[in-house]
């Protein structure tokens, strides 16, 4: 089953800036554990942008990769960290509820 069926899924979504990963894929739509995957991908790069992924990729190159050149071109520290709180937020609530739309 996709996204598409959903429209809780599609109005969070909404939230997020258009460039982000998982919301091309919730738009696409993608499946709903293809979603998962990529939200959980990206809260993990977001909790701490130094690490690394198990692949070997920084944090910080992956969210490049995945449309996140706005938050890490953001100059003011205190704005970075709110948005990237209100991001991690959303994605998690994307994350649950794709996870229980994938179980049913």
């Known amino acids: 089953m996709n996204s598409k069926a959903n ?16 919301f091309k894929d919730i738009q696409e739509p993608k499946s709903y554990e293809d979603i998962v995957a990529q939200a959980r991908k990206e809260i993990f790069c977001l909790r701490d942008m130094e690490r690394s992924m198990e692949d070997g990729q ?19 520290e205190e704005d970075e960290k709110e948005e990237r709180m209100r991001l991690l937020g959303t994605l998690q609530l994307i ?8 179980e049913d």
């Open 7 to 22: 429209p809780i899924l599609i109005e969070i979504s909404k939230q997020l800036p258009d460039s982000i990963q998982t």
């Open 95 to 102: 994350a649950e509820l794709s996870e229980e739309l994938a």
């Open 58 to 76: 920084s944090a910080k190159t992956f969210l490049r990769q995945n449309g996140y050149l706005f938050l890490l071109e953001n100059s003011d």
